[in-house]
């Protein structure tokens, strides 16, 4: 199912044991996969949360971090800023265009 070694003696050992017990209490009924590279994972995208402007302008918070530089929190401000409405105007736009099928900024 995945593609790591779990008994290779480079890998952290501390890093080992918690995939092992991940591995040991995932249930395929209940748990759902959010890996691109996995044969299961579920058609999902950051884009799917987004009901109104607040919640793109989250996940901006989320993506573009802080620093403590004054002038690069100037710039990461202003894609902060950007980001939502972007966003939020290309979702309109594909939505209107799309299928019913709810994943319209996956392509």
């Given at each position: 199912?995945?593609?790591i070694?779990l008994?290779?003696?480079?890998?952290?050992?501390?890093?080992?044991?918690r995939v092992?017990?991940a591995?040991?209490?995932?249930?395929k009924?209940?748990?759902?996969i959010?890996?691109p590279f996995?044969?299961?994972?579920?058609?999902?995208?950051?884009?799917?949360?987004c009901?109104?402007?607040?919640?793109?302008?989250e996940?901006?918070?989320?993506?573009?971090?802080?620093?403590?530089n004054?002038?690069?929190?100037?710039?990461?401000q202003a894609?902060?800023?950007?980001f939502?409405?972007?966003y939020?105007?290309?979702?309109?736009?594909?939505?209107?265009r799309?299928?019913?099928?709810?994943?319209?900024?996956s392509h």
């Amino acid at each position: 199912m995945w593609n790591i070694n779990l008994y290779d003696s480079a890998a952290p050992k501390p890093w080992i044991e918690r995939v092992k017990k991940a591995i040991r209490y995932y249930s395929k009924d209940k748990d759902v996969i959010l890996s691109p590279f996995h044969k299961d994972t579920v058609k999902w995208h950051p884009w799917a949360e987004c009901k109104n402007a607040l919640d793109f302008a989250e996940i901006a918070e989320a993506f573009i971090p802080h620093t403590h530089n004054e002038h690069d929190n100037y710039w990461r401000q202003a894609s902060r800023t950007f980001f939502p409405v972007f966003y939020k105007n290309s979702m309109t736009h594909r939505k209107a265009r799309s299928s019913s099928n709810g994943y319209f900024l996956s392509h």
